[in-house]
């Protein structure tokens, strides 16, 4: 419905409802843990957005939606400012798409002098929260969530409850400093059973495994997340002094080594073929998972690549996420509904 003929009033208007529809449903979603809208209506008005944004540039508020990552922070919790920002990641929606960032980004690295020919890190794109742990001398000093990639919530207690994570990091060579990233999740059994029980007290179930994820871990009192059987998988790295290592699968080998779980499911690959072979296999595989997902996630495996590429306000330049087709409903939940 783009019209670039539309009167400049109309077309302000326009985008000042949209940026509005966009906010809510983000603070629903990340603050309150309750979304108001599917996570396909929410990626739908925000494409619209964009595609407003870029017809009509000049009308692109600096903090518009599309220019930050998208967390907000609750008063619930302290701030915690991350010693390296964290970010989001694009997406893409076809695999046709997904060729086409794959192909640019190629063109990119070979204009990069001396690096290394792409290899590309696949992983599954976890629906769960992104949590960051800071590391001093091994020890696990503060967790936070991601919030707006510059300053998140402290969830440290909360963190210490979750049996995968390690208190204390083992071995060889661990950093005297290191930002850990990861997602933290609930399996999708334990997402069943959660919602069973949460409709059985007759309140309504959590719309999926993130948010029920979210809500887990974003509580105050730390005895109730215990019980809510939370896990971890890490897939990168912030600030770190003294991490030694070309490849981001050699940071997880690295990490799996001190005691951090890694999912056993990224690979290394050489070719479009081959990352296309893998999201074919996961889109077969994606409900027999111990945890949802709900996309893969593609990363240049140079780290120094990696840096020479950077970020945007919002995203870094070297990973994309592919994202499944929207299924119609989970139909467990479905099932947990009609029974109420
Ligand atoms: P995102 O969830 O699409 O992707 C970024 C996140 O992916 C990272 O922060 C990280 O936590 C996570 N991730 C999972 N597995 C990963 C892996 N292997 N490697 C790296 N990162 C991995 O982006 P976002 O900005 O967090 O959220 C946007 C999405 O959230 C939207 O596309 C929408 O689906 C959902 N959302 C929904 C609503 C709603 O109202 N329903 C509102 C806001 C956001």
Redesign the pocket.
């Known amino acids: 419905d783009l019209n670039p003929a539309e009167p400049a009033e109309d077309l302000r208007d326009r985008y000042a409802d949209l940026v509005d529809r966009v906010r809510q ?2 603070t ?3 603050v309150e843990d309750a ?5 396909a ?3 739908e008005l ?1 494409h619209r957005l964009e595609e407003l944004e870029a017809l009509h540039p000049e009308i692109v508020a600096n903090d518009s939606p599309t220019q930050e ?3 907000e922070v609750s008063a619930a919790f302290a701030p915690v400012k991350h010693l390296a920002r ?1 970010y ?2 694009e ?1 893409v929606f076809s695999t046709d798409e997904l060729t086409a960032w794959l192909e640019k980004t190629t063109a990119s690295i070979e204009a990069l002098p001396g690096a290394p020919a792409p290899a590309w890190l696949t ?4 629906d ?3 949590v960051n742990l800071l590391y001093r001398d091994g020890e696990l000093v503060r967790a936070a969530t ?1 919030g707006d990639g510059t300053t998140g919530e402290d969830v440290t207690h909360n963190v210490r409850t979750i049996s995968s994570i390690p208190t204390t990091l083992t071995g060889d060579g661990v950093p005297a400093e290191v930002e850990v990233r990861g ?1 933290v999740f609930i399996s999708s059994r334990d997402f069943r059973a959660l919602n069973e029980a949460i409709v059985a007290e007759g309140r309504a179930p959590f719309a999926n495994p993130r948010n029920a994820a979210a809500g887990s871990l974003r509580q105050k009192d730390p005895e109730v997340t215990a019980r809510r059987r939370l896990s971890m998988f890490v ?2 790295v912030g600030a770190a002094t003294g991490l030694e290592a070309e490849s981001q699968s050699a940071v997880y080998e690295l990490l799996k080594a001190w005691g951090l779980p890694v ?1 056993p499911y990224c690979r290394v690959l050489g070719s479009t073929g081959e990352v296309l072979a893998f999201i074919e296999e996961f889109g077969r595989r994606r409900h027999d998972l111990i945890h949802e997902i ?1 996309g893969i ?1 593609v990363k240049v495996d140079d780290r120094r690549t990696q840096f020479r590429l950077g970020h945007t306000s919002r995203v870094p330049r070297w990973s994309v ?1 592919y994202k499944y087709p929207p299924e119609e409903v989970n139909t467990k939940l479905l099932d947990i509904l009609v029974n109420v």
């Open positions: 449903a983000r629903a979603y990340y979304p108001t809208i599917s996570d209506e929410y990626d925000y990552v998208g967390g964290m989001s990641l997406d992983e599954l794109k976890i769960g929260l992104a991601r997602e897939h990168g999912s709900d996630v996420a």
